[in-house]
């Protein structure tokens, strides 16, 4: 293997506090991902000795409105601020917040060339806040018809567009396989054709977002054409366990081990 693997404390082992379900995940050799760390105990997440792949990079905004690219700037400067607790080189960012059951802040229907040049000019910004700090911030692609209806900048070929208009360094992909798969397919192609902007690649098996070898997607085929195209970043599993949380990181390991 050329590449690491992640996988989601938000997702696994959910009967024990956020620290434990951390500690676990390191145990096992694997790098952890965290969303929201504002409700977090920072301190405590170092404290495991975990090493961590990525965060969330904001807590409210959006790439397109003038209140919510102000919000969206201002909380990725304390998101960057709280990465160095816990030494995160990846900060999360969507197309616009998430609220409860992670339906869109601010849903957008329709997206207007205003609308995609506002989004460049805010990921711009974002980009260099990154650069200063030594950190990449990562968009991630979403699906609508499941998880997130009326999120903007959602698919894959939109959030490769913008990152890949930007072409800048601290600014990457954040490929999420299991929306892509939902919202476009075709995911070996999908990869070739993102992998130069690639800054993570996260997976869960469709339909029901559980570890791989649980639904459709045959990750065998996806890791193969990884390791073929040579890439070396992270892989992350962020997905739920459909049993036990073990047996779950088993499969996802077992699939982009082989």
């Known amino acids: 293997m050329t590449y690491r693997l992640a996988a989601c404390a938000e997702m696994l082992f959910l009967e024990w506090p956020i620290e434990e379900r951390v500690r676990r995940i390191h145990e096992r050799g694997l790098l952890v991902e965290i969303w929201d760390w504002s409700a977090k105990d920072l301190a405590a997440l170092a404290a495991t000795g975990a090493e961590f792949s990525s965060m969330t990079g904001y807590l409210r905004g959006d790439l397109t409105t003038a209140e919510g690219r102000a919000a969206l ?17 990846r900060l999360n960012l969507h197309g616009t917040g998430l609220g409860e059951g992670g339906l869109p802040v601010v849903p957008r229907a329709q997206i207007s060339g205003e609308d995609w040049v506002h989004a460049a000019d805010t990921l711009r910004r974002i980009a260099d806040l990154g650069a200063e700090a030594g950190r990449t911030f990562v968009l991630e692609n979403l699906n609508t018809a499941v998880d997130h209806p009326g999120t903007p900048f959602a698919k894959a070929a939109d ?6 208009g930007i072409d800048h360094p601290n600014l990457r992909l954040n490929l999420d396989l299991y929306h892509a798969q939902i919202g476009e397919g075709n995911l070996v192609e999908l ?25 459709e997607i045959r990750y065998e085929a996806v890791a193969a054409a990884l390791r073929q195209l040579g890439y070396g970043g992270v ?3 962020e997905a739920w366990a459909s049993g ?15």
């Not at 959030?159 to 890949?164: D, K, N």
């Not at 992998?195 to 639904?215: F, H, K, M, S, Y």
């Open 73 to 89: 700037l201002a909380t990725a400067r304390e998101s960057l601020r709280a990465a160095e607790i816990i030494d995160v080189p």
């Open 159 to 164: 959030t490769l567009a913008l990152v890949r």
């Open 191 to 215: 990869v070739r054709e993102a992998l130069p902007w690639v800054g993570e690649i996260q997976v869960a098996d469709v339909p029901g977002r559980c570890e791989p070898g649980t639904g």
């Open 235 to 237: 892989i992350g599993m």
């Open 244 to 258: 036990d949380p073990d047996a779950a990181l088993d499969a996802f390991t077992a699939a982009f081990s082989a």
